[in-house]
């Protein structure tokens, strides 16, 4: 199941002081919020969605992202944009969006439609809405749908009222929506848009969409997904579930980490788990956006105990073959790589040269790592193999050996 955190919108700290506002606190928390179990991470800057020009920055949003990808290089990422109540062209509103995805930091964003937001259960508006509809006429839903594709890049797709789903699914129908699409179900709360979250509204939702069989999520925008019952509802039915400081209202001034183990502890309670980020991607058809193993040779340091910092190189040849060399004979396997481990052949091909006893014994202790069928980790240009009783560490190298 997977978890998406909307970390903070345009709620200000006025109504919760745990809100991330800077580009280093939406690092803090995103990263916080990915080991708690989100793979899909959602936030604004400090740019306003009405605005006179609709101009969003790129660089806040890679300051922010740019830690954040060097620890988890395939998390999904994805940015706001800027409204066209005033006519802004979409070109220039959705400009950021394309510039990130462009330069494979993130989804694209695809609202299909137009709404009135901001008006609240007790007849006013919000403060940090605005009086003009949220608009994107068909046009500028065609132009970000047209470059999403032609970018390669996966969209998330907001739905605020029916009216999104209908346009959506024609894309889908007609066999112009972007591979890797996720349909985002925001349902109103204390926002009075669209469909309440309640079981009747999810179900008039899934009427139209699981035929299609794509995947789809929940969040409820001014309430508590999960304090509502409709996150369970969701994970009972298939869904993805959104949670985050952008959407929740409620009593307190709860963190998104609280929102999270919130939404863990149902999960727990009902025997499931959060996706990881690999897992995330298969759900939703997203290849890796980092090199993975095959045709990369990386290189570390024998472990102390054996060869004194010894150099071992491990290099991937492509299709199925890893080859090892530590300074004694040149080790080859046969294996195949799933999204975090290695499943080794344990007949290995070794020269047969005759070597000193610590050097054989660190080729014996290479040959025991790997087919032990280590797990990987692939971040950049480091890889670390480890099982229960070995691990190492290793730097990419431009060389092959």
Not at 84 to 89: E, M, N, Q, V
Not at 344 to 354: I, N, P
Not at 387 to 400: F, Q
Request: aromatic share 4%; with cysteine.
């Amino acid at each position: 199941m997977i978890v998406e955190l909307a970390l903070n919108g345009p709620t200000p700290r006025s109504v919760n002081r745990h809100v991330p506002r800077t580009p280093a606190e939406i690092t803090a928390v995103a990263l916080e919020g990915i080991e708690l179990g989100a793979s899909i991470v959602h936030n604004h800057t400090d740019d306003v969605m009405f605005s006179v020009d609709g101009v969003h920055a790129v660089e806040p949003y890679v300051q922010a992202w740019t830690p954040i990808l060097d620890r988890h290089p395939d998390v999904l990422l994805y940015p706001t944009m800027g409204a066209a109540a005033r006519g802004i062209p979409v070109e220039r509103r959705w400009a950021h969006v394309e510039e990130l995805a462009r330069r494979g930091m993130g989804m694209t964003l695809v609202d299909p439609g137009s709404v009135n937001l901001g008006l609240t259960s007790d007849g006013a508006l919000d403060p940090v809405a605005a009086a003009e509809p949220y608009a994107n006429p068909h046009a500028d839903v065609d132009h970000m749908i047209t470059r999403t594709a032609a970018l390669g890049a996966a969209p998330s797709i907001s739905i605020f009222e029916p009216g999104y789903l209908r346009t959506a699914l024609t894309w889908h129908r007609t066999g112009r929506l972007p591979a890797g699409a996720i349909v985002k179900l925001y349902f109103g709360g204390r926002l009075e848009f669209g469909l309440p979250p309640t079981a009747t509204a999810l179900e008039a939702y899934l009427e139209m969409l699981e035929p299609t069989g794509l995947p789809w999520s929940v969040a409820v925008l001014g309430g508590d997904v999960v304090g509502c019952g409709l996150a369970e509802l969701a994970v009972r039915r298939g869904g993805h579930v959104r949670v985050g400081l952008e959407d929740h209202a409620g009593p307190g001034e709860p963190s998104n980490a609280d929102l999270l183990r919130a939404l863990m502890d149902l999960l727990r309670d009902m025997g499931r788990s959060p996706a990881t980020i690999a897992e995330a991607r298969a759900i939703l058809g997203v290849p890796s956006g980092t090199p993975g193993l095959w045709g990369r040779t990386f290189v570390g340091d024998a472990p102390p105990s054996l060869g004194d910092g010894t150099p071992v190189t491990v290099t991937f040849v492509a299709p199925d073959g890893i080859a090892v060399h530590a300074g004694g004979n040149r080790l080859g396997f046969r294996a195949t790589a799933s999204a975090d481990r290695l499943t080794v052949d344990d007949r290995v091909r070794a020269t047969r040269m005759a070597c000193p006893p610590d050097v054989q014994a660190l080729d014996d202790w290479l040959v025991a790592l790997l087919t032990a069928d280590p797990a990987y980790v692939v971040d950049g240009q480091s890889l670390t193999l480890v099982t229960d009783a070995a691990r190492i560490d290793l730097v990419e190298s431009p060389e092959r050996h």
